[in-house]
């Protein structure tokens, strides 16, 4: 009808994982017209896998003739932790670059007017002066265990700045820390720290058994709240229009250790059994910090949720969900 052609329609890809679920939360419950939420007149689409393979050239086309979309948040993406990247580096590159290939140009070809899309700090080269800032992360070989993922991440930059050139597209890319939060894949054995970190908690205290930490707790990490990213990928939206890339993070001087975020996950979960670090487990580098300069001067100061509210949050979700959660 001629009143849904008058919307404007921003898709989310990706929308059913860590991120894109913040994202949908946030756009549900902002108030309309308010510096997070939806604004009048538009219509956000949230998509998962099964919408479309975005591997397909023809399937990711139908999604862009089917929405027509003027902006799109692009956050779909083959993500894993560390060992299923160190076994499937191909995979990890392949589907990548045929997600991210196929989007940007369906974008183009159906005269979307933005595209942000999502790298990661651990794209950054292996060997590099600390800390990261926007400008690094051409500057040297990624690390060996994730470079299918990494060469894949960097190369959308690559595709933007392209896309920009020959075309004149506004299309432009984030690059997160660590997030945590609801929805987050819990999985044992291939998560990332702090959904692993909850699991094994909750499982020590159900089971009786020991809370066991890999490695001595003493690397650094930043982490940013999934609920915090969703708002800056929307500030993004609205406010940011230019190709080079944007760190989303929490400062430098937020860096938590391994063993802050194990202790505020054993506070958070209630377990009082032994508690304990297995020093024979690598600890991984001792800590990759990232300069959160940029984002604030141009976002004017934001003010990231406390770490120690945002976990409790997360480990709620995660124990009232426990069946559903992704284990
Ligand atoms: P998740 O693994 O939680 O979610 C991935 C999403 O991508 C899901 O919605 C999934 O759909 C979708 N997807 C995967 N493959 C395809 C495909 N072939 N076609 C269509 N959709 C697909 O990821 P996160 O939310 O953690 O990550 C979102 C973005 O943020 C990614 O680009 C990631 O690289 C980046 N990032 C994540 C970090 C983190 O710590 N988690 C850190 C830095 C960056 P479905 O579930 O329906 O299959």
């Known amino acids: 009808s001629s009143s849904e052609t008058q919307y404007q329609t921003i898709v989310v890809t990706g929308a059913s994982g860590l991120v894109g679920s913040a994202l949908k939360e946030v756009i549900a419950t902002e108030p309309v017209d308010s510096s997070y939420g939806r604004r009048t007149g538009e219509r956000w689409v949230f998509l998962r896998s099964s919408d479309g393979d975005l591997r397909d050239l023809a399937q990711t086309e139908a999604i862009f003739e089917k929405y027509k979309p003027v902006a799109v948040i692009h956050l779909a993406a083959l993500v894993g932790g560390l060992f299923n990247n160190m076994k499937h580096n191909l995979t990890f590159m392949r589907d990548n670059i045929l997600i991210n290939d196929n989007v940007l140009w369906s974008a183009y070809k159906h005269d979307t007017k933005?595209?942000?899309?999502?790298?990661?700090?651990?794209?950054?080269?292996?060997?590099?002066?600390?800390?990261?800032?926007?400008?690094?992360?051409?500057?040297?070989?990624?690390?060996?265990?994730?470079?299918?993922?990494?060469?894949?991440?960097?190369?959308?930059?690559?595709?933007n700045r392209a896309y920009?050139?020959?075309?004149?597209?506004?299309?432009?890319?984030?690059?997160?820390?660590?997030?945590?939060?609801?929805?987050?894949?819990?999985?044992?054995?291939?998560?990332?720290?702090?959904?692993?970190?909850?699991?094994?908690?909750?499982?020590?205290?159900?089971?009786?058994?020991?809370?066991?930490?890999?490695?001595?707790?003493?690397?650094?990490?930043?982490?940013?709240?999934?609920?915090?990213?969703?708002?800056?990928?929307?500030?993004?939206?609205?406010?940011?229009?230019?190709?080079?890339?944007?760190?989303?993070?929490?400062?430098e001087d937020e860096e938590l250790s391994i063993k802050e975020v194990a202790d505020a996950i054993v506070k958070e979960v209630g377990f009082t059994g032994e508690y304990k670090f297995d020093t024979t487990k690598s600890d991984g580098q001792f800590r990759k910090p990232a300069s959160n300069d940029k984002l604030q001067s141009l976002i004017g100061g934001y003010k990231f949720k406390p770490f120690d509210e945002a976990l409790q949050h997360t480990v709620k979700w995660f124990i009232d969900n426990y069946d559903f959660a992704r284990t």
């Open 114 to 159: 933005k595209v942000i899309s999502c790298l990661s700090t651990c794209v950054f080269p292996d060997k590099v002066e600390y800390p990261l800032t926007e400008t690094k992360i051409h500057s040297g070989p990624p690390h060996s265990s994730n470079f299918g993922y990494s060469h894949a991440k960097r190369l959308v930059d690559v595709q």
């Open 164 to 251: 920009k050139d020959e075309f004149g597209c506004n299309f432009t890319s984030a690059i997160p820390t660590n997030v945590f939060g609801p929805y987050d894949n819990f999985d044992l054995e291939d998560s990332h720290v702090i959904p692993g970190l909850i699991h094994k908690c909750y499982l020590a205290k159900k089971n009786g058994t020991p809370f066991v930490v890999s490695g001595t707790g003493k690397p650094l990490r930043q982490f940013i709240y999934s609920f915090d990213l969703a708002k800056l990928f929307i500030w993004m939206l609205r406010e940011y229009d230019s190709v080079e890339p944007l760190i989303l993070s929490v400062g």
